[in-house]
């Protein structure tokens, strides 16, 4: 089956441009979330969604990084007014709600590679 | 957050079984021990994961220690697709995240 899909794959923007990623999870799958990989490092969350609902936006770095999943499915994560240091992988997950959460494992998209000059 | 501490490289030889190291010294009675990996340019995927009981899968084995400060995941018999990156991750009732540390480089041999 179809597993979690991210475009673009690659982006290049200019320092300055707005960005939106877009992730498309698992079908039924209720929890989202994002990560953002920089070169060399492990993932670091940036937000989590059940369905349409942000749970939690902890790890987001700046007010300029906003993400959306408004019909609980697709889900864009969009930065503003890019900067070199928002260059990285941005990592999409999904996985399947249950209320044993801690043990279901998470499926990863292969990222979109944002590069800002 | 409960954090885990692994080696930064590790290597092996094709064919040779590998036992990748992970410390969890504050790790709490319901937090589940799950390993992912990350091969180049791809996502991280999962691996295995477990409580108390030592687990086998099609992937791995996890052994966990006794008073679970530790773990070992066990690559049986390593191939050149196993060299990636693996992380070794707490994942407690509460957390709706799962926080990746610097992980293991595994470079595997021929």
């Known amino acids: 089956g179809a597993g979690v899909s991210q475009s673009p794959r690659y982006k290049v923007a200019k320092r300055g441009q707005d960005v939106a990623l877009r992730c498309d999870p698992i079908?039924?799958?209720?929890?989202l979330f994002w990560y953002q990989q920089a070169l060399g490092q492990g993932p670091e969350f940036l937000t989590y969604?059940?369905?349409?609902?942000?749970?939690?936006k902890s790890g987001l770095p700046s007010d300029r990084f906003f993400a959306e999943r408004p019909e609980g499915s697709v889900s864009t994560l969009k930065i503003q007014r890019t900067q070199q240091e928002d260059s990285a992988v941005y990592l999409c997950?999904?996985?399947?709600?249950?209320?044993?959460?801690?043990?279901?494992?998470?499926?990863f998209g292969n990222g979109t590679r944002l590069t800002v000059t | 957050d409960a954090k885990t501490t692994q080696p930064n490289s590790m290597e092996s030889n094709e064919e040779e079984p590998v036992h990748l190291p992970c410390n969890h010294s504050?790790?709490?009675?319901?937090?589940?021990i799950h390993w992912y990996r990350q091969l180049p340019s791809q996502g991280p995927e999962y691996v295995i994961h477990?409580?108390?009981s030592n687990v086998n899968n099609r992937m791995a084995s996890l052994a966990i220690a006794e008073d679970r400060k530790s773990s070992t995941l066990i690559l049986h018999r390593a191939t050149l697709r196993d060299a990636a990156v693996y992380y070794c991750?707490?994942?407690?009732?509460?957390?709706?995240?799962?926080?990746f540390g610097a992980g293991t480089r595994l470079t595997v041999k021929p």
């Open positions: 991750i707490l994942r407690g009732l509460n957390n709706n995240d799962m926080r």
């Open positions: 504050t790790i709490s009675g319901t937090d589940y």
């Open positions: 477990g409580l108390t």
């Open positions: 969604f059940q369905n349409e609902a942000q749970l939690d």
């Open positions: 997950a999904s996985s399947p709600f249950t209320r044993d959460s801690h043990r279901t494992p998470l499926h």
């Open positions: 079908s039924g799958h209720v929890s």
